[in-house]
């Protein structure tokens, strides 16, 4: 398992191209299964948990090739990926096998386009994982009263449809709020299911935005995406199409907050600054500066950094999956600072990594007390997950000396050649592989 060497103390300054979103091709993928001919999907990023989706929908029948990359946008920074072609080649298969499912939660995404498509699916229960409980229940009641009847055999979960999917009103909220996921394979399967469907408290994330508008371009009817009311008007078939994923907001507020923390200027290219109001509301109250120009954002900031308050809320609040990497920012608060967990309220893996780093942290329950200190010092750490790990590295680029971040496989999931990025930028940062 690789590690990362991260010599903290250079202040980041440059510009950085956002890759596209992981959160939006992984259920786009998935989505492509319900096509006829192929769909050609752009600014795809090459992530670990893309090629697990790609394996997977390769084994449920499709054909997926990936042109070569362009040239680099500017400098020295890293060339970005090329198209991807996808089609749809045999539509026997229908199984999501476990030992692809149990690396990746978003493998569930195939349940509704299989359903819809072929009227079967067999995908293995998503186990939990670093963040807590990740249940499928809302997925699968949206999915049944579509008119699909499941089972769960061997750890499976086998759904299967008699004739077509019958669209129906349904309310797709659970307990923690609005499902993204849950809404995106309910969304698809309603696509193609007979009559109109009406989603009420959907999910309102870009990503469910995103997946609408490509199934539009193949000729769903769907309006209302982006709120927390969709209407799908079922259609007979859909047609393969090209589409560009949305730039990766998740990426981008971690490269904002990187900026923030090395008391440095990026400049964010690609980047869609809609898609991040409640992360530039509290990176403004903390006292970093930012501008948005076109598809551009300047970030920088002067050594003080304010203390705030903040709680992880559904779209468009401040998303769960930058709560760790603003918890690393507040560890060098001018006070104390405090973040409320409510998406996944056992998410704070980081809180141990970091105060092995000198941070002050203090979990109660779902909440986390910082009280910020006046430097991070380096230190061996562990990476838990996707997140967590990218508020270690954050932390590593500020700190004191060298830090060794472990099992950066969990960073290579979501975070499209990250060391590239970040030295093309002045970070001192590398990758040790594993002997
Ligand atoms: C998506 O996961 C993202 N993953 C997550 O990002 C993100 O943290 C999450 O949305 C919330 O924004 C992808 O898009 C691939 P949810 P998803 O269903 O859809 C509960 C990352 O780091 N729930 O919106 O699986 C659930 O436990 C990842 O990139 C049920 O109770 O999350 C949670 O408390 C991590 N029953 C809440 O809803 C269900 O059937 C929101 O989860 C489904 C969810």
Same mark, same amino acid.
């Given at each position: 398992m690789d590690s990362f060497l991260i010599r903290g103390g250079s202040r980041l300054k440059g510009k950085i191209e956002i890759s596209g979103s992981k959160n939006s091709a992984l259920p786009i993928l998935a989505a492509c299964?319900?096509?006829?001919g192929k769909t050609t999907l752009h600014s795809v990023p090459r992530l670990s948990d893309i090629d697990s989706m790609i394996k997977l929908i390769g084994e449920l029948g499709c054909h997926v090739y990936r042109h070569d990359a362009p040239s680099a946008?500017?400098?020295d920074a890293p060339a970005l990926n090329g198209p991807l072609d996808i089609e749809v080649t045999d539509k026997k298969q229908c199984e999501a096998r476990y030992d692809i499912v149990k690396t990746m939660r978003?493998?569930?995404?195939?349940l509704g386009p299989l359903l819809a498509a072929r009227g079967k699916a067999i995908v293995s229960i998503p186990g939990g994982c670093a963040i807590g409980d990740r249940p499928v229940d809302l997925h699968v009641r949206g999915l049944q009263k579509l008119g699909a009847e499941f089972r769960t055999e061997n750890g499976n979960i086998v759904g299967e449809v008699k004739g077509r999917l019958k669209g129906c009103r349904m309310y797709l909220g659970g307990a923690q709020g609005p499902t993204v996921l849950g809404t995106i394979n309910v969304m698809c399967a309603a696509a193609l299911a007979e009559g109109e469907t009406v989603l009420v408290g959907a999910a309102c994330e870009p990503e469910v935005v995103d997946c609408a508008e490509l199934l539009i371009k193949m000729g769903a009817k769907i309006k209302?995406?982006?709120?927390?009311e969709i209407r799908i008007e079922g259609v007979e078939k859909l047609s393969g199409t090209q589409h560009r994923i949305i730039p990766d907001r998740i990426e981008c507020g971690t490269f904002m907050i990187a900026a923030a923390i090395t008391n440095g200027e990026l400049e964010l290219?690609?980047?869609?600054a809609d898609h991040l109001i409640a992360v530039s509301d509290r990176l403004d109250e903390v006292g970093v500066k930012m501008e948005r120009e076109n598809g551009t954002m300047y970030t920088s900031s002067v050594r003080r950094l304010n203390t705030v308050e903040m709680t992880t809320q559904p779209y468009?609040? !401040? #998303?769960t999956d930058l709560q760790a990497q603003l918890m690393a920012l507040l560890c060098l608060g001018d006070g104390i600072s405090v973040i409320t967990e409510r998406? !996944? #309220?056992?998410?704070?893996?980081h809180v141990g990594e970091l105060n092995r780093m000198g941070a002050r942290i203090r979990k109660e329950g779902p909440t986390a007390i910082i009280q910020g200190v006046k430097e991070l010092h380096g230190a061996p750490v562990m990476a838990s997950d996707l997140r967590a790990s990218a508020a270690l590295v954050l932390a590593a680029l500020v700190a004191k000396g060298t830090t060794r971040i472990d099992r950066v496989y969990h960073i290579d999931r979501g975070y499209e050649k990250i060391e590239q990025k970040l030295r093309a930028v002045g970070a001192d940062i590398e990758r040790v592989k594993e002997k």
């Open positions: 299964l319900m096509g006829e946008v500017s400098g978003a493998s569930i995404c195939v209302g995406h982006g709120t927390p290219k690609q980047c869609n468009p609040g !401040f #998303p998406i !996944f #309220p056992d998410r704070f893996l």
